[in-house]
């Protein structure tokens, strides 16, 4: 689009000064001819423009000249009022913020970037929690969030799942919203490791700063850390036999762990349309609410000890009905 372009060759000129017609041309891959026909735009439009002539000359912004909008372009604008969920910022303590700089943003913006903006905020929405599931808060989200921006050293009081609380000194790298729920990133005695912000109990922030490691990738960092997590998560296996009904449930019941296994391991159908197939596994007694889930649709058939335990459970389920209402005594 030509006012992105027209803003790019602004901010060159801006950020390093005097530029010739064919070290723009490069920079924004035109021809020289259309970069005289921007630079005549920009002059047309007020902007200071000042070409000098001869071997040496090039195009420079008279002294003291900056734009409004420093390094923007149409599809980084877009994509600060698409891809910013406004929840999530207001989690951080970042809502009003967010919303104040949108406005700045759109009045800085030349009026075809700013009309873009607008049509991809009316069009496009982030909705990041899963179906079914809302998003996890945490009273401590937005101290959690200063301390990362503050690199500021906190203690924690943190109750980690199926066990007792437990006190950890972190120096937090940075946030995460995965589906809906925080983690934090940090590094605990030297080793990075991952917290689920909801299940802090208590934070205190420390006067201490610490220095963040310069070679810290965060993306990188979380890909690797989730790997790892699944494959500490899912460390066992069951084999099972699934209806089509089961196998269309699959991705939204069980993940897309399990709907991978299951194109991968499954069998071909039988003449009622049944699979047979592996899909991966916690622990018996997790898989075993996990696949209650599919009624008379899902069918285990290995382990015995997992098939054996779904075996009990229908008893339990069938002699708690058969009592009637409110009569089980459990």
């Not at 041309?25 to 002059?43: G, K, P």
């Not at 810290?216 to 979380?222: H, K, N, P, T």
């Amino acid at each position: 689009m030509r006012a992105g372009r027209l803003l790019s060759l602004l901010l060159l000129l801006q950020a390093r000064g005097r530029m010739t017609a064919p070290e723009l041309a490069a920079e924004l891959e035109v021809s020289v001819r259309t970069v005289y026909r921007d630079v005549e735009s920009l002059s047309a439009a007020g902007v200071p423009v000042y070409a000098d002539r001869g071997p040496a000359g090039g195009y420079q912004l008279l002294g003291g000249f900056r734009t409004k909008l420093t390094g923007l372009t149409g599809d980084e604008a877009e994509s600060l009022f698409a891809g910013i969920p406004g929840d999530a910022a207001a989690e951080l303590g970042l809502g009003s913020v967010l919303a104040a700089a949108q406005v700045k943003l759109l009045a800085a913006l030349p009026p075809e970037l700013r009309s873009r903006a607008g049509r991809i905020r009316e069009r496009f929405h982030l909705d990041a929690p899963s179906w079914f599931r809302e998003v996890e808060s945490s009273e401590h989200l937005a101290a959690l969030a200063e301390a990362v921006w503050n690199q500021q050293v906190v203690e924690v009081r943190y109750e980690p799942w199926g066990r007792e609380e437990v006190t950890r000194v972190l120096e937090p790298y940075g946030l995460v919203l995965k589906t809906g729920v925080w983690y934090v990133a940090a590094r605990v005695d030297g080793d990075f490791r991952s917290y689920r912000v909801g299940r802090i109990r208590s934070l205190t922030r420390h006067p201490d700063h610490f220095e963040r490691a310069a070679d810290f990738d965060l993306a990188g960092y979380w890909a690797s850390w989730a790997e790892n997590y699944r494959a500490r998560l899912f460390h066992s296996e069951a084999v099972v036999r699934l209806s089509p009904l089961a196998r269309d449930l699959v991705p939204y019941y069980l993940g897309p762990h399990a709907a991978r296994a299951l194109r991968e391991t499954a069998g071909p159908p039988d003449e009622h349309g049944w699979v047979r197939a592996t899909l991966p596994i916690e622990t018996p007694t997790h898989a075993r609410m996990e696949f209650f889930r599919f009624g008379p649709d899902l069918e285990v058939l290995e382990p015995a000890e997992l098939r054996e335990l779904m075996v009990r459970s229908a008893a339990e389920v069938t002699r708690l009905y058969a009592d009637g209402p409110g009569e089980s005594s459990g």
